[in-house]
């Protein structure tokens, strides 16, 4: 079964770091860009990081952009988002998801197909 | 720049068909055909519906369909059934690289 799995959300105070883990199972992960994606509260949905197969070329969202780091390890088919300098108002629902995009095609999508459950970020004193 | 425009909200009957616009600008939904919309139960993650404006994934009903003109993009859903109640997504891939998703539609089947 094709799943992606999130982890490492909790409470953390303003200012403060903390780094999730989206682990893959079920697909070739190294093959496929994947992204990071955010819910707060009871509002849309909203983009915050791209990678693409080997890691090499990252993309942010400027709500995020030099705070925010996106990475993987493709032997340990995980990907990561660390996130310091955290602020109140990045308190949400954070999900991993694959895009359509894979080495095995030359075809780009930015379209995402397989997202995990997602994992909670509370930021607050 | 910033989200795109959907109508906050829809509703239809079942059975009718329904459209949801999503409005950006020549830099993100005008730029590219890489226009995509999810659909997302309440407490739960989004599911892809429609990519590259028109393309369903396998296993997505074919009464979803999507189609853009100009800055808009737009998806209809046919033959409206009761679990079609959920919220709504459009994302435009943009000019400088990033996504773009839309604030979100709830659709309600009446």
């Known amino acids: 079964e094709v799943q992606l799995v999130e982890s490492g959300g909790g409470l953390v105070q303003p200012g403060g770091s903390l780094r999730l883990s989206c682990a893959a199972s079920?697909?070739?992960?190294?093959?496929?860009?994947m992204h990071w994606v955010r819910q707060a509260p009871g509002k849309g949905l909203v983009w915050l990081s791209r990678?693409?197969?080997?890691?090499?070329?990252?993309t942010y969202a400027d709500s995020v952009k030099g705070r925010f780091t996106i990475s993987r390890d493709n032997a340990k088919n995980t990907l990561y988002l660390q996130m310091n300098s955290l602020r109140t108002e990045d308190t949400a629902v954070y999900y991993c998801?694959?895009?359509?995009?894979?080495?095995?095609?030359?075809?780009?999508?930015?379209?995402?197909?397989?997202w995990g459950q997602g994992t909670t970020v509370t930021v607050s004193s | 720049q910033s989200a795109l425009t959907q109508p906050a909200s829809v509703s239809g009957s079942p059975g009718q068909s329904i459209t949801i616009s999503c409005t950006g600008t020549?830099?993100?939904?005008?730029?590219?055909?890489?226009v995509s919309w999810y659909q997302q139960h309440p407490d739960k993650a989004p599911k892809l519906l429609i990519y590259e404006v028109s393309d369903r994934p396998s296993g997505v009903s074919n009464r979803f369909s999507g189609s853009k003109s100009g800055n808009t993009a737009s998806l209809t859903i046919s033959g409206l059934q009761a679990e079609d109640e959920a919220d709504y997504y459009c994302s435009s891939y943009t000019t400088t690289s990033t996504l773009f998703f839309g604030g979100g539609t709830k659709l309600t089947v009446l």
């Open positions: 998801a694959r895009d359509l995009t894979s080495v095995t095609s030359p075809l780009h999508f930015y379209a995402m197909d397989v």
């Open positions: 020549s830099s993100d939904v005008g730029a590219y055909n890489y």
């Open positions: 079920g697909f070739g992960f190294s093959s496929y860009w």
């Open positions: 990678i693409n197969s080997d890691g090499i070329r990252t």
